[in-house]
Each structure stands twice: as structure tokens, then as C-alpha cells.
């Protein structure tokens, strides 16, 4: 009997794990290249989202160091791996980008600026923070 109600509170669990996921598992996310890639625009996405995205790439699926710096290489353009839709480029290599100097709002519009992914992984809201803003 115990191991019985164990059992079903475990399966009325695992529905429950499954809402907190985060939004970053639903974006569009595509290499371009060994250091490149651009994140999707899937809705209407601010800074944050794209932010999110591409320490979404690095560390969960490249498996880079969360200490590894993401650099915007392109601005807000149309995605090269989804014809229609608009996309920000994201790299790991800072050869040939300029170096941007750090403003005072989060943005994604200036080729060269940068943020650690630890850092970049802190505009991602799971579950819970969305239904709280």
C-alpha cells in the first residue's frame, strides 16, 4: 500500500516538473558555425530573450563553461537559418568584432558587446517568474 501511494505521488508529480520548465527550451537556437549562432526571433523577443537563448547554447547544448563570454556578432536581422523570420547572431570568438563599450541597459544591437553566459542565463524565466511578472 505505501509503496502504492508513493507511486501515484510521484506521477502527479511529473507533471508538475514539467511546467517549470523554462521558456528557453522552446527557442529557436542554430549553429551557424564551430564559434557562431543565431537565436531565432519565435514571437516578439526583447534583448532578455535573445540574451537567454544564446546562454542557453553555450552551456546546455555546447557544453561550454558558464564562464565562457558570448559576444553579439550581428544585430536584429533576417535569420539565415529560418528564411522570414529575424534573428540575432551570437559568437564565442571575438576575432574581428569591435570592442563595445558597456552601457547601462541590456541590449543586442551592437556588434562586440558581451556577457558571460552565468551572466546571460540570468534573463532566462522559468515557470514561476513568468507567472509573477
Known amino acids: ?6 507511486g501515484l505521488a ?27 549562432f543565431e537565436v ?7 534583448a ?19 564562464l565562457t563570454p558570448i559576444y553579439v556578432k550581428r544585430p536584429r536581422a533576417p535569420a539565415r537559418t529560418a528564411p522570414g523570420r529575424k534573428a540575432v547572431t551570437f559568437t ?11 552601457g547601462y541597459s541590456l541590449e543586442v544591437d551592437r556588434p562586440g558587446l558581451t556577457l558571460q553566459s552565468v551572466q546571460a542565463r540570468r534573463y532566462c524565466r522559468d515557470a514561476f ?5
Open 92 to 102: 564565442t570568438d571575438p576575432a574581428g568584432l569591435p570592442r563595445a563599450e558597456r
Open 10 to 36: 510521484l506521477l502527479s508529480a511529473a507533471p508538475l516538473a514539467a511546467d517549470t520548465l523554462g521558456e528557453q527550451d522552446a527557442m529557436l537556437i542554430n549553429a551557424l558555425n564551430g564559434s557562431d
Open 129 to 133: 517568474t513568468r507567472s509573477t511578472k
Open 48 to 66: 532578455a530573450d535573445f540574451w537567454c537563448g544564446a546562454a542557453t547554447f553555450v552551456t546546455r547544448r555546447s557544453g561550454l563553461s558558464e
Open 40 to 46: 531565432v526571433e519565435t514571437r516578439a523577443m526583447g
Open 1 to 6: 500500500m505505501r509503496q502504492l501511494i508513493l
